[in-house]
């Protein structure tokens, strides 16, 4: 008999095709600084970081070197969880190649927002793609991590289209949508100077206010729904606003009993919850046009319509 799961034309990608997709199609056009950042990362990261095998052996390994690329394993959909140089406790996954690539494509405007750097593999995945006079404003409560992307950023020539900055995302976004002007290099301008960190010392967010093409969410999931009304108030009209890590290494679709869902960390269940409400809240929110890409982690994207 036929396999009836063949006969829909809708594919998680994972295994050979994957392999396939990133072995033809992205990593031969992966800039150099980008290839060179995700080797940094995964050394730096090194045994803290974990592979998890969300779908099979139900457990949790020392980080092989595939951090940000598949594992040639079928069964690993969603490879590394790195929580080294994170200040939160919680496992959380990095960003892709797959999904990073697609970040790339969409980013082709001049005034995003990216709240979550870390190293920075999104970050210069998107900032790569945008025009010269193009701008990022990049929040990160972790600035070691970015500190060690920056070299990265810099070689490959971009870093003076990045505004980083380190405080809290929700009280920037406040910021950012009443108009306040704050300064991007909080206390310790010096030490930000001396390591080139290429951004203004103010900016007036006054004139950012709406003003966002694109905003790319990669933060704590149960923050989710929280960022959603905040950066509704910041994307301009028919700009785009990327949730990633929307699958959450496919939790989503599994009941707790599932036998496929019971080797994954507490972490991962805990805050799977919040990735489903998010989704009930996305759908249901007719500001916005949705679709959830099943790359990576998983994409949710949204376009504001008013
Ligand atoms: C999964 S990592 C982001 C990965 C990143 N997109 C990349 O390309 O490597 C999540 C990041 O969100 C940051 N983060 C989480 N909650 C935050 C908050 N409320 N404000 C600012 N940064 C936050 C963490 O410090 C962490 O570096």
């Avoid at 301008?189 to 709406?210: A, T, V, W």
């Avoid at 929110?285 to 994409?299: A, I, K, N, P």
């Amino acid at each position: 008999m036929a396999d009836s799961s063949l006969n829909h034309k809708s594919l998680i990608v994972h295994g050979p095709v994957l392999e396939y997709i990133l072995e033809k199609n992205a990593y031969p056009r992966e800039h150099q600084q980008l290839k060179e950042l995700r080797a940094v990362t995964t050394e730096k990261c090194g045994k803290r970081a974990i592979l998890i095998d969300a779908f099979k052996d139900h457990e949790c390994q020392e980080d092989d070197g595939n951090l940000l690329r598949p594992t040639p394993h079928p069964q690993r959909l969603f490879r590394v969880v790195a929580h080294g140089l994170q200040p939160s406790p919680t496992p959380t996954p990095s960003p892709t190649f797959d999904g990073s690539q697609h970040l790339g494509s969409l980013a082709t405007g001049v005034g995003r927002n990216k709240i979550g750097v870390f190293t920075g593999y999104s970050l210069l995945a998107t900032t790569l793609a945008l025009p010269d006079d193009g701008q990022v404003t990049a929040i990160d409560l972790d600035k070691e991590a970015y500190e060690t992307g920056l070299p990265f950023i810099q070689k490959a020539r971009v870093e003076h289209k990045i505004n980083f900055i380190q405080p809290d995302a929700f009280s920037v976004l406040d910021g950012l949508i009443n108009g306040v002007s704050i300064s991007l290099t909080r206390d310790n301008d010096d030490e930000f100077e001396q390591k080139g960190y290429g951004f203004p010392r103010m900016i007036r967010l006054q004139e950012e206010n709406s003003s966002f093409d694109f905003i790319f969410v990669d933060a704590e999931k149960e923050d989710y729904m929280k960022f959603h009304e905040k950066v509704m108030k910041l994307v301009r009209i028919g700009g785009i606003i990327a949730y990633d890590n929307t699958l959450w290494l496919g939790s989503v679709a599994y009941g707790q009993d599932d036998e496929k869902y019971s080797g994954m960390p507490e972490s991962i269940w805990k805050s799977k919850d919040f990735v489903v409400q998010f989704h009930e809240l996305i759908v249901s929110d007719h500001r916005v046009e949705t679709c959830l890409l099943s790359v990576g982690d998983g994409l949710t994207l949204c376009r504001r319509l008013y």
